[in-house]
């Protein structure tokens, strides 16, 4: 459910109001229910959220996706039994291996949207959550934040899951296939990173970290 929030008059106290971090236009001060939004008049930008502990949940939630993203790393994605041969693969194994042909293109794509630009992801939104969820903000916030919203688009985990489930389906006549740990733990990243995003109010970590300055 949206909430439009009406512009001030100059005679009003400016305490009262927020500004959309988008296009600077003055809102007076939403107070929302639980699963009611408010939005800028102007260009649409998320103002508040009914949420309450969204920086609790969602900090729990992106502490989940970490360990769950290192599991990903970690341990094998997939195992096939061939001929009475056995092999498996991590996630970094089968990017590595893709040296061989030559790929380099797409060995170095697949390290940085695989990890590195989750992980920078990750790392930006903790360094913000955990201060922020025990009432401090850290130094640099706004900078992490943005960050952290620049690298979500380029972690690729939701396209992996579908490569790996095209690989299961494929093979499957030619081999057996075992699915490892890490299949398991991409389903736990997959759905851990999405519930965080969606558990936390980037308006109200915007007003954190303006009240702060
Ligand atoms: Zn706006």
């Known amino acids: 459910m949206s909430v439009s929030l009406t512009p001030p008059s100059l005679s009003q106290d400016l305490g009262k109001f927020v500004a959309c971090h988008d296009c600077d236009l ?17 260009c649409g930008a998320v103002l508040a959220q009914g949420r309450p502990d969204h920086l609790l949940r969602s900090l729990t939630l992106t502490l ?33 291996e893709l040296r061989n ?8 794509l697949v390290l940085l949207t695989s990890l590195l630009f989750p992980l920078l992801h990750f790392l930006a939104l903790l360094y913000i959550l955990i201060p922020m969820a025990m009432g401090r903000i850290p130094p ?34 030619l081999a057996t ?13 997959l759905f851990c990173s999405t519930a965080a995003g969606y558990a936390l109010d980037p308006a109200d970590v915007w007003r954190r970290i303006g009240s702060a300055r």
């Open 64 to 96: 989940a996706a970490l360990i769950f993203f290192v599991i990903v790393n970690a341990f094998p994605l997939l195992g096939l039994k061939l001929g009475g041969r056995e092999t498996s693969m991590t996630l970094l194994d089968g990017a590595l």
């Open 140 to 173: 640099g916030a706004a900078f992490w934040f943005r960050a952290a919203g620049l690298f979500s688009p380029w972690g690729m985990i939701g396209v992996y899951m579908l490569g790996v489930l095209v690989a299961v389906v494929k093979l499957a006549d």
């Open 26 to 42: 003055l809102h007076a001060k939403p107070s929302l229910a639980v699963g009611t939004v408010a939005r800028c008049r102007r």
């Open 177 to 189: 296939v075992v699915p490892g740990v890490a299949v398991f733990a991409l389903g736990g990243l």
């Open 101 to 108: 042909y030559g790929m380099w293109d797409v060995v170095i």
